[in-house]
């Protein structure tokens, strides 16, 4: 606090009127704020006026922007300056330009927050860390603020209990993790992350493997299953197959009986087969002296049975004339038929 002494005597020097000394005041141009696009180029002024005439000047410390200053004074009272911003860097967004005014009396400034805009970029994507839940770690820088997206095997990823994005802001830097609780082989694969704002799009690709399939996964790949129209379909297909085959499998077995009867049936009671065409003359068979009569054999059977034998002879068959009217008696041995 200022006084000035009159005498014994102290008065406060707001409260007195002293010409040709007083505190500056101070204006800039875009004191709303200063929006531009990374790589423009951009000019603020600053005018500072008051008696004495005050110096005027920007504060750049820090300012990674290539930066000029062009200083105008306009009497008696009146200091201006420009500040020009030649490709505005991107580390430049969220800069606080400050302009000072000052003179013996005091000093004052204004400010002005800029704001740069430049399209997304992903400068972090770890492979998965196990911590308390697994953990892809990614780190994002854009302005606007981009928008994530993530995508596994070809699928956006939505936000659940199992699975959730965690992030913190800071400036135009976005951190954190696409978080996992307790994840399994069926998790294994690409994840993708989108980055993107008004100015672009911007992805990464990280492979995340979490356990080991089992021999007997039926999809230990991770690729799709088949659909249940698929699956429908094969279903379907086994059924008819089943079908026809139980359908078939009578007309199989009819087939085969007839075969057999056909094959088996013209056999004589003696299971033997008498060749129409045979020549040789045989003795009459008899048993125990007594003359045995054999009956007529089909000439057109063609199976062959097994010789007739007695007491492991072979017998010899005498063929009968198939004219033969003669009725014989059945043949028996031991009573037998």
């Known amino acids: 606090m200022l006084f000035c002494r009159t005498g014994a005597s102290k008065i406060r020097l707001k409260h007195m009127y002293i010409t040709l000394c007083d505190v500056p005041e101070i204006s800039v141009s875009h004191s709303s704020g200063l929006t531009v696009m990374e790589g423009d180029n951009v000019t603020v002024s600053c ?79 770890a492979e998965p860390e196990r911590r308390h839940d697994t953990c892809i770690e990614f780190t994002v820088r854009g302005y606007p603020s981009p928008t994530l997206r993530w995508y596994h095997k070809q699928r956006e990823i939505l936000q659940s209990d199992y699975i959730r994005t965690e992030m913190d802001f800071y400036q135009d830097y976005l951190e954190g993790c696409l978080t996992f609780k307790n994840p399994t082989h069926f998790d294994n694969g690409n994840y993708t992350l989108e980055a993107s704002n008004s100015l672009g799009t911007v992805t990464k690709t990280v492979y995340g493997h979490f356990l080991m399939a089992p021999p007997f996964d039926p999809d230990p790949d991770g690729s799709p299953m088949p659909s249940d129209n698929a699956i429908r379909t094969e279903q379907e297909t086994f059924g008819v197959l089943i079908a026809v085959g ?64 007695h007491n492991s002879v072979p017998l010899c068959v005498t063929t009968v004339s198939p004219s033969a009217s003669q009725q014989c008696p059945p043949l028996r041995h031991n009573g037998i038929r």
């Open 47 to 125: 005018n500072g006026s008051g008696a004495p005439l005050p110096e005027v000047d920007w504060t750049v410390a820090g300012l990674h922007s290539i930066n000029t200053h062009l200083s105008n004074v306009y009497w008696p009272n009146i200091h201006s300056i420009n500040l020009t911003l030649v490709n505005v860097s991107r580390d430049d967004n969220s800069f606080l330009l400050t302009c000072i005014a000052e003179n013996m009396v005091g000093m004052t400034n204004a400010s002005i927050q800029l704001a740069v805009h430049f399209p997304p970029v992903i400068l972090k994507l």
């Open 246 to 309: 139980l359908a078939g499998f009578p007309s199989v077995l009819l087939i085969l009986l007839f075969i057999v009867i056909n094959k088996y049936g013209r056999c004589n009671k003696f299971g033997m087969k008498v060749s129409p065409s045979a020549s040789q003359q045989c003795p009459p068979l008899r048993h125990n002296s007594v003359p045995l009569c054999v009956t007529t054999v089909s000439p057109s059977a063609s199976q062959q049975c097994p010789p007739l034998l």
